[in-house]
């Protein structure tokens, strides 16, 4: 049952593969040379012993990865201290979840022979034990995870994401320290929170779309610089669309939407906003007007081929541009289905 359950919680976690040579040294015995006393081997012996060393290395490595990861290396890049103590960052968890990913592929007891393996090739006391005690934790931590129970709200409910996300962190304070959740989690908790704090503000029925707008910018003003950065183009145009989205759908003023974005995003980027809207209202109102006369064309006495050739004159004359003419086939298609024409908003 506990493999069951740490099967459906793999999902969580993102994996990040980067590189690890896992070399191992073995060791060669060579034979005394007949007529010198030397114990060099002779160049044969040395590439026989070269190849030698290379296959076992080569089949070493084999052994730490399921048939899936046949095509990367082992992702261990587990830091010590001076004094060759363990020090718990995200790389930690990145090799942990490396080697239980391939749950499913092999049996749990054969993934933790396989790690006490790999980290035996590698690693000495106290680093060591240190390792196998948090890995065995961390292991206990993720089959407890699928134990966890879905709270009585709705999943619109920004509160049911922060009760999730209550449940998870007191779990992790039952197997881990501080300094441990902060090494494992420190960068994902920054994330959850600032997600959180976005549907708060965005669900706040209290704040008009201008107030969400100043609030969003100060959260977000809060971030350590590399997340700002992270997050700069993503999270900003999300907001950007739903604030509008909503001050449109309650049919809010220009001067709602100039100001919501003025709070958000600064003038500089207001005015790249608004020159948008701009085009975007001119090809509105060209294809529009195109597709009415085009309707005409289509509704007349004409033949059918004049009626394309009528079609294709209109199009020349009002869309030169290829690129154009081509998103035109879009709304053509769609408008002739009687769809929804799908200008951007």
């Not at 359950?5 to 980067?18: G, N, P, S, T, Y």
């Not at 933790?112 to 060591?128: G, S, V």
């Amino acid at each position: 049952m506990q493999k069951k359950k740490l099967w459906l919680v793999l999902a969580i976690v993102v994996i990040i593969l980067l590189g690890f040579l896992v070399w191992l040294a073995p060791s060669a015995t060579t034979g005394s040379n007949a007529t010198s006393n030397s114990l060099t081997p002779s160049t044969q012996d040395s590439n026989s012993v070269g190849a030698a060393q290379a296959g076992l290395s080569s089949n070493l490595a084999q052994a730490f990865v399921s048939p899936s990861q046949q095509d990367t290396e082992v992702n261990c890049q587990i830091s010590l201290d001076q004094s060759q103590h363990l020090i718990v960052n995200e790389q930690t968890r990145n090799c942990f979840e490396y080697f239980i990913t391939q749950y499913g592929e092999k049996q749990l007891e054969q993934i933790k022979h396989d790690f006490a393996l790999y980290l035996q090739k590698d690693y000495q006391e106290p680093a060591l034990s240190q390792i196998l005690d948090l890995w065995n934790r961390y292991l206990d931590y993720r089959v407890q995870l699928g134990d966890l129970q879905e709270p009585n709200l709705n999943k619109q409910d920004p509160e049911y994401y922060r009760k999730v996300f209550g449940l998870i962190k007191n779990l992790r304070n039952q197997f881990f320290s501080n300094y441990e959740i902060e090494g494992l989690f420190g960068a994902e908790n920054i994330y959850h929170e600032y997600t959180l704090n976005r549907m708060s503000i965005m669900a706040d029925q209290s704040l008009s779309e201008i107030e969400k707008a100043q609030k969003l910018k100060e959260l977000f003003a809060q971030l350590p610089e590399d997340w700002r950065e992270n997050l700069k183009q993503l999270s900003k145009l999300d907001d950007l669309r739903k604030l509008t989205s909503d001050i449109k759908a309650r049919g809010g003023s220009a001067a709602e939407l100039r100001q919501m974005r003025m709070n958000l995003v600064g003038a500089e980027a207001t005015q790249r906003l608004e020159q948008l809207d701009q085009e975007r209202g001119q090809w509105k109102s060209r294809v529009n007007n195109y597709l009415a006369q085009r309707d005409q064309i289509l509704n007349s006495h004409m033949s059918e081929s004049a009626q394309q050739q009528a079609i294709a004159q209109l199009r020349q004359q009002q869309f030169k541009n290829p690129q154009e003419q081509l998103r035109l086939s879009t709304f053509e298609t769609t408008h002739d289905a009687g769809g929804k024409l799908p200008f951007a908003e």
